[in-house]
Structure formats: C-alpha cells, structure tokens
C-alpha cells in the first residue's frame, strides 16, 4: 500500500474516545434488546389457562407458594381462581382460595348438579358458588360427593397472569378431577406440579400426555 494512502495513527486521546464509543453504542444494543425483550413479553399471551389447574413453581416466601388453583376464568380480561390445597388454620372448616377479600365466602362441589345457584366449571365435572348458599353444601343430605368451602380468592388483571406464566411463575395443566377431589391436600402440589410437568415435555415432543404417560408405564414395568 501507498504510504500516502495510510491512515495516520489515532493519538492515546483519540483511541480512549473511540473505546468509549464502541462502550456506549455496545451499551445502547443491550438496551434496545431488553426493551425488544421486555414489549414481546408484554403483548405474547401464554397458554389460557382457563378452567385448568394453575401450579405454582414453588418459590419459598410467595403468598402462593406451592399453591394449587382451580381457575375459574382466565381470558383477555383477566384471570380468576381459587386455591384447593390450603386449608385454613385460623378458619377450621374453611380453605384460604386467594389473598383476596378474604371475607368472601364460595365453594366448589361436585355431585350436585340441580343445587341452586350453582354454576358448572365448564366441562370439570366442578361447580362453583358464592355466598350464603356456599355455606348451605354444609347441611345437604346427602353431602355433596366433595366440596370445600372457601374464603377468598386470587385475581388477575387484564395479561399480568400471562406474563406471570411466561416469567415461569406457574404451571398450567388440564383439569384432573380425581386429583382435585380424591388427594389429600397436602399432597395436591406435587401431583399436579408432576402433572404440568408431563404436559410440558409432552408438548415439546408433539404426543399426547397420555401417550407419554402409557410410555412411563411401560419402561417402569420393563416392556
């Protein structure tokens, strides 16, 4: 090359000017990237997990750790349920089903599809009920087949439980009806953290849980 064609060498000065440059324009990319980051996770919406079971991650100190939740809407407008496996120490008879207005009483049941008031959790095989008739399950003979009564509830405004999920916050898995009625409900979390778990690498694999199930079985029995 020419050495008239040569670029005259950068002084120290101008050299630690350039190095800040790329620094700062560095910085700047990073930040565009979180902010692209953060608005996609605004606006995607995870998996509806309406009338599903919401399973918590089980992070130590939450209001809802290890909480198990029956949701009983969740859609563009927000999300609502109630917690199944936490029984009230301070409330016998009663099950904490949110940090929300903890004075509301409801219940969820089974068994009684002609109870007055009473309104099917979609396809569950659950109802629900608010109010002075939720405490009435109580007197009925025979007894609902299950039920408990609650008192508060756990809400959601409009995208914060998808953000939430897709923050892996929570778990969605389908609605088990022996797992809701039939486990006691210390260990509800479990069975249905295991559950979602299922669920989960079922999809990534593209099968059915039940296929993926059946084929759990089977290696554990040896065939």
Do not use: C
Request: glycine share 8%; charged share 30%; hydrophobic share 40%.
């Amino acid at each position: 090359m020419n050495a008239d064609n040569k670029k005259p060498e950068l002084s120290p000065e101008q050299k630690a000017v350039k190095a800040q440059k790329s620094r700062r324009d560095g910085y700047v990319l990073i930040f565009l990237a979180l902010m692209l980051f953060a608005v996609g996770t605004y606006f995607r919406e995870s998996d509806s997990a309406h009338h599903k079971l919401l399973v918590h991650n089980g992070a130590v100190g939450s209001v809802f750790e290890q909480s198990v939740l029956v949701m009983l809407k969740h859609d563009a407008s927000g999300g609502y349920g109630v917690i199944i496996n936490r029984p009230d120490e301070k409330n016998p008879g009663y099950f904490v089903g949110g940090p929300m207005e903890p004075e509301k009483i409801s219940a969820l049941y089974k068994g009684v599809a002609n109870f007055e008031g009473g309104v099917p959790v979609g396809d569950t095989g659950l109802y629900y009920i608010e109010g002075a008739r939720a405490e009435e399950l109580r007197k009925l003979n025979p007894p609902p087949a299950w039920f408990i009564v609650i008192r508060g509830y756990a809400g959601w405004s409009p995208r914060q439980l998808d953000r939430e999920i897709l923050r892996e916050w929570w778990k969605i898995a389908d609605m088990d009806l022996p797992l809701v009625t039939e486990t006691s409900p210390e260990f509800i979390w479990r069975a249905a953290t295991d559950k979602a778990a299922l669920a989960e690498e079922a999809a990534k694999r593209g099968i059915e849980p039940a296929a993926l199930e059946e084929e759990r079985k089977n290696k554990k029995d040896g065939l």
